[in-house]
């Protein structure tokens, strides 16, 4: 069964930066537009960036480009690159792919993002 599992987070202090990874095992992302979703404490979760299978990415307007998705087929994973971390970045960090009505995988544990000083 294909499985998701998100990894890089940690504590930064605001202003710093971290790469999030999103390995698939069972499945190939090549084959999938990829998202990578948020959920602050207490917040439900919200949709962050995104990456289509040709490259195109979009993001939310409130990152104000401090976030960059990127992919590597190759090595089936997907990255999200957080800059210029603020104390509202503090989340748990997921990825996932939608389809109409749901999502390709299930979810993952996601990876803990922590901005404090």
């Known amino acids: 069964q294909a499985q998701l599992v998100e990894s890089g987070g940690g504590l930064v202090q605001p202003g710093g930066s971290l790469t999030l990874s999103c390995a698939a095992s069972?499945?190939?992302?090549?084959?999938?537009?990829m998202t990578w979703y948020r959920q602050p404490p207490g917040k439900q979760r919200e949709m962050v960036a995104s990456i289509t299978t040709g490259g195109s990415k979009y993001y939310a307007d409130f990152l104000k480009g401090r976030f960059t998705v990127s992919r590597d087929d190759a090595k089936n994973t997907i990255y999200l690159h957080l800059n210029m971390l603020k104390h509202e970045d503090t989340a748990v960090y997921y990825c996932?792919?939608?389809?109409?009505?749901?999502?390709?995988?299930?979810w993952g544990q996601g990876t803990q993002v922590t901005v404090s000083s």
């Open positions: 996932n792919a939608e389809t109409l009505f749901s999502y390709v995988f299930d």
């Open positions: 069972g499945s190939s992302l090549s084959l999938y537009d």
